[in-house]
């Protein structure tokens, strides 16, 4: 896997992930993506298609094991909402 930076991510795309991580995922609805928690922040706004979709090809998020519906962040997606960085593991 490649380097990659939060900020080299497009626009919708940080959004989506920085709303997974504080909405504990998402879930598909009929209008689009949204989190799947309530957040002290208030609502998540709704994804289209696109922006989660990238995010699953680089391996930032995953659907969920227990909810065909549901998409939750990988521990790489997680680190780069931490960090901003994440770098390929040494194998």
Do not use: N, W
């Not at 939060?6 to 598909?28: D, E, I, M, W, Y």
């Not at 689009?32 to 309530?38: C, E, K, L, Q, T």
């Not at 065909?68 to 931490?82: P, Q, W, Y």
């Amino acid at each position: 896997m490649l380097i990659l930076e939060l900020a080299a991510l497009p626009p919708t795309a940080q959004l989506c992930l920085k709303s997974a991580a504080r909405h504990q995922g998402l879930v598909h609805t009929d209008t689009g993506y949204v989190g799947r928690r309530p957040s002290d922040k208030g609502l998540s706004p709704t994804f289209t298609a696109e922006p989660v979709a990238k995010l699953v090809c680089l391996g930032l998020l995953r659907y969920s094991r227990s909810d065909a519906f549901a998409l939750e962040l990988t521990d790489r997606g997680i680190a780069l909402v931490d960090c901003g960085v994440v770098y390929p593991e040494a194998g």
